[in-house]
């Protein structure tokens, strides 16, 4: 079994946004980690944050946040 990353950081490089917010709301997905259920991938060795940031940075976590 060859070792891979699980965050594609050529999106993280490329992120745009606001770094440590994307990373927050990273940390309150992981926090409600039981409504991710169906996106967990099978076989793999489930590394919750990383994961929940490649979902965020692939787009299939979206997060909003607000400035006030």
């Not at 709301?25 to 996106?39: E, G, H, Q």
């Not at 967990?40 to 929940?52: D, F, L, S």
């Amino acid at each position: 079994m060859g070792w891979h990353m699980i965050i594609p950081l050529d999106k993280l490089v490329s992120y745009e946004g606001n770094r440590y917010m994307m990373t927050r709301a990273a940390m309150a997905v992981v926090d409600r980690i039981d409504a991710l259920k169906d996106l967990m991938v099978e076989g793999e060795e489930w590394k919750i944050v990383p994961n929940v940031l490649k979902l965020m940075l692939e787009g299939e976590v979206k997060f909003e946040y607000n400035d006030k």
